[in-house]
């Protein structure tokens, strides 16, 4: 069908909480304000443990996107894979095929009958996309069908692509290898489902400012993003917090769809593998971990000790 409507651009999307936890709202860095935000050196990790009843469980805050020279991963995140008998993702990867993701975003990520993109969103904006998308091999035409927040998410994947980044080297990607090829069980916090629909109740002009803000930093993106991996092998939980949270504050509704909302669901979740008699291992986007409402410092309000290593 349409370029952006291909198995490509939906893998883009495998882990909503990566691709749009970097979505390119970013180009100033806001100073960080938060309390559980500590100062910490060069040798921590960003990878936090945490002592259950009568296990560990260890949270790595993932860079869902990475390019071949992030690699080897730092011994400490092996480490914690090694000491785990069981792995944690956002979504349950044994689970994942193209077929079903394609089937989920087709439901939210399309506009219906009668609907289309140029409709929906201002004359301006539609004069930048003709502008932008011919750069991506892309035209209006065959976007039109495509919302706003999806076509966002697809142009800041093949961005990055394009500069040398790749979700298929992503830390989630690498460790569900490793925990296939070493016969670890696999679970998932959400479903494919519940990431397809985390922006299906935006409005009309959510969608339309959502894009806007990616298509104003594209330019921009490598290099934040490059920024963003920089802080995150350095465990700089500060940096980490300005990059991937500023939006809180700017845009607080796409923020509470990304993240706040989330975080809340996987905390009954989290805390209930804190009861079990086996280590874990919890991989999920950075932004999750990071920041006053990020797993983490919920963790620490709930009385747990979360140590970062």
């Not at 952006?4 to 651009?9: E, L, M």
């Not at 785990?84 to 439901?107: A, H």
């Not at 093949?158 to 298929?168: D, I, K, V």
Request: include cysteine; glycine fraction near 6%.
């Amino acid at each position: 069908m349409h370029q952006a409507d291909d198995s490509s651009s939906l893998i883009a999307l495998l882990c909503a909480g990566s691709r749009t936890v970097f979505f390119a709202f970013a180009l100033s860095l806001l100073a960080a304000s938060c309390s559980t935000v500590y100062r910490i050196g060069e040798s921590k990790d960003t990878l936090w443990k945490l002592r259950g009843d009568h296990n560990t469980i260890y949270l790595l805050g993932s860079v869902h996107v990475l390019s071949r020279k992030s690699y080897p991963l730092k011994a400490a995140l092996n480490r914690a894979f090694d000491d785990s008998r069981r792995v944690v993702f956002e979504i349950d990867l044994n689970r994942f095929t193209t077929t079903r993701l394609r089937q989920e975003f087709k439901r939210t990520a399309f506009y219906p009958a009668g609907q289309s993109l140029s409709k929906s969103v201002s004359p301006e904006t539609v004069e930048l996309l003709k502008e932008v998308l011919p750069v991506y091999g892309l035209t209006l035409k065959k976007v039109e069908r495509v919302k706003p927040w999806f076509l966002a998410e697809w142009l800041s994947s093949r961005t990055l692509e394009m500069a040398g980044f790749s979700e298929t080297l992503g830390v989630d990607v690498y460790f569900f290898r490793k925990a296939r090829s070493t016969g670890k069980p696999v679970f998932g916090l959400e479903t494919i489902r519940d990431q397809a629909q985390i922006f299906d109740h935006f409005s009309n002009q959510e969608n339309e400012r959502y894009l806007l803000g990616t298509l104003a930093t594209l330019a921009t993106y490598p290099a934040l993003i490059s920024r963003l991996v920089t802080a995150w092998q350095k465990g700089d939980v500060r940096l980490l917090d300005q990059i991937l949270n500023q939006d809180q504050h700017a845009d607080p509704v796409t923020h509470k769809a990304l993240f706040s909302d989330r975080n809340i669901k996987w905390l009954p979740q989290i805390e209930a593998i804190a009861h079990e008699n086996e280590n874990y291992l919890v991989i999920v986007g950075a932004g999750h971990l990071v920041g006053n409402d990020g797993v983490v410092a919920q963790l620490r309000r709930h009385g747990y000790t979360v140590e970062q290593m």
